[in-house]
């Protein structure tokens, strides 16, 4: 019996040790930290940052639709360096769990001849290995006259008991 609840206690102890209690708001303070020394990161080209808080797996999309990994990111980070300001502003984050989804803007401007282009990005974080890393960001730039999104997304509707969508919203998926 003594043994019994030997092994017992011993599942209940490592169960408590092993399940993650995670302080969110300490999570938000380094993640829009974080997002902001990433930016920075570009801007001065310290790899540091970058490497500490991206993901071995991470995966990006940039703007213009071209996939990119943690290793193009540490690359071009060094081949920018010195050629722009960066801003991040508008931060907001949203917890589900060991995930967050964190989504913001940037400002970006040229040394060379002070133009600026603005962006929106989404960052997908996981907390694994009791750290807080990125493993998705995806970034869209913006219209420089509005500064809105440069495409109109509709909303989608399928009409009621037809089954399908309205064919004239299929031109924007073809």
């Given at each position: 019996?003594?043994?019994?609840?030997?092994?017992?206690?011993?599942?209940?102890?490592?169960?408590?040790?092993?399940?993650?209690?995670?302080?969110?708001?300490?999570?938000?303070?380094?993640?829009?930290?974080?997002?902001?020394?990433?930016?920075?990161?570009?801007?001065?080209?310290?790899?540091?940052?970058?490497?500490?808080?991206?993901?071995?797996?991470?995966?990006?999309?940039?703007?213009?639709?071209?996939?990119?990994?943690?290793?193009?990111?540490?690359?071009?980070?060094?081949?920018?360096?010195?050629?722009?300001t960066?801003?991040?502003?508008?931060?907001?984050?949203k917890?589900?769990?060991?995930?967050?989804i964190?989504?913001?803007?940037?400002?970006?401007?040229?040394?060379?001849?002070?133009?600026?282009?603005?962006?929106?990005?989404?960052?997908?974080?996981?907390?694994?290995?009791?750290?807080?890393?990125?493993?998705?960001?995806?970034?869209?730039?913006?219209?420089?006259?509005?500064?809105?999104?440069?495409?109109?997304?509709?909303?989608?509707?399928?009409?009621?008991?037809?089954?399908?969508?309205?064919?004239?919203?299929?031109?924007?998926?073809?």
């Open positions: 019996m003594a043994k019994k609840n030997l092994i017992l206690l011993f599942i209940i102890v490592f169960s408590f040790s092993c399940s993650q209690k995670i302080d969110y708001t300490e999570a938000g303070n380094f993640i829009t930290t974080s997002e902001k020394a990433w930016a920075q990161a570009i801007v001065i080209g310290d790899t540091s940052a970058i490497k500490m808080i991206m993901a071995d797996d991470f995966i990006g999309m940039n703007s213009k639709g071209k996939t990119y990994d943690k290793q193009t990111l540490i690359r071009e980070a060094v081949e920018a360096a010195h050629l722009y960066a801003e991040a502003y508008n931060i907001k984050i917890f589900y769990g060991t995930t967050a964190a989504q913001g803007g940037e400002t970006w401007t040229k040394f060379s001849d002070s133009t600026s282009t603005k962006s929106v990005w989404t960052d997908t974080w996981i907390y694994r290995n009791n750290k807080w890393q990125v493993i998705a960001a995806m970034d869209l730039k913006l219209d420089q006259k509005n500064n809105q999104v440069p495409f109109s997304a509709e909303i989608f509707t399928i009409p009621s008991g037809s089954g399908s969508a309205d064919p004239a919203a299929l031109k924007y998926f073809s």
